[in-house]
């Protein structure tokens, strides 16, 4: 809203009940560019495979997957727009999103940008785990933390836009509303894919059979839910309530006869395995061998 709001090219919008910010009026030249995605003084950077879920015209070599990264030539190929003035004569942006998944050449071609910037040039970088962007990057940006809404709040959005069992799809989402809605409305078997996956860790007497084919995920979903559910086990545990997935509870009470030890060595594997998610790997291999160590906390 904020970037819409200053490309916005009507000055007589009236401006919000507090007197500051003006919403676009969505009726101007600018704001239909902007709506249609061609506003030649805004330009986003996606990794491949967001850009196609977002239904953007992304050029992917035939026989590869869309890359999971921001990669150094999705930089490259905006320095045109970079290095130009602006179209319209305003200020011009760019987006990054999620900037935790910018590989290190992309963000050290990034770097030489954001040292010199032109003048009418914005970046909006966006993501969750700022500790993930170089210190070289940060020390040049702004840093503003936006709070998430509660998990009531959440679930009341969810309810509202007709989610079926909210709570459920909100927890397998890692909590992140967007990311429950697009999995409820457009990605009916990646949400069934995931609650197997939790259901499978958490039943020691399922554990004989990997269900397939969770692996059709992501080594990086799965570690993630894993590493999730891991934290819930550690609180049932030490007799306290499940706060990632409080509607599996019940199934939990397993975790009284885990060693705490066991629990802590597993969650550090998934945590260095995690690093290395993104790395091309056989998924059904990947899978297996997280899954074996798992299968240790039940043996």
């Known amino acids: 809203e904020y970037i819409a709001s200053i490309l916005c090219e009507n000055i007589t919008r009236p401006a919000d009940r507090s007197g500051g910010f ?17 506003h030649p003084d805004f330009q986003s950077i996606y990794p491949q495979a967001l850009a196609v879920e977002k239904g953007l015209t ?67 970088l966006i993501g969750n785990k700022i500790e993930d962007l170089l210190p070289t990057i940060r020390s040049r940006c702004q840093v503003f933390n936006v709070e998430a809404p509660s998990l009531q709040e959440a679930l009341v959005w969810l309810q509202g836009h007709a989610v079926k069992q909210p709570e459920v799809v909100l927890s397998l989402a890692g909590n992140d509303p ?32 990997i269900p397939p084919p969770v692996e059709k995920l992501g080594f990086s979903v799965l570690l993630e839910l894993g590493m999730r559910l891991l934290q819930d086990l550690t609180r049932v545990h030490l007799n306290q309530s ?25 969650f550090t594997l998934y945590q260095k395995q995690y690093k290395v998610a993104q790395h091309p790997l056989n998924p059904r291999l990947a899978l297996e061998f997280i899954a074996q160590r798992w299968q240790t906390l039940s043996a």
């Open 22 to 38: 003006r919403a676009p009026c969505q009726q101007c030249a600018a704001c239909h560019m902007r709506m249609a995605g061609h």
């Open 58 to 124: 992304v050029e992917v070599k035939s026989g590869v997957k869309p890359s999971q990264e921001i990669r150094v030539d999705d930089i490259r190929q905006m320095q045109a727009f970079f290095n130009t003035a602006s179209s319209r004569g305003g200020q011009r942006f760019a987006v990054l999103y999620p900037f935790e998944q910018i590989n290190l050449n992309a963000a050290n071609a990034l770097l030489k940008t954001l040292e010199e910037p032109n003048a009418d040039l914005r970046f909006f």
């Open 178 to 209: 967007f990311e429950a809605l697009k999995l409820a409305e457009n990605k009916a078997e990646e949400l069934e894919l995931r609650r197997k996956w939790v259901e499978w860790l958490a039943a020691p007497e399922l554990h004989s059979q």
């Open 242 to 266: 499940c706060e990632q997935f409080p509607w599996f509870g019940p199934k939990f009470l397993c975790a009284r006869r885990v060693n705490i030890q066991g629990l802590s060595d597993v």
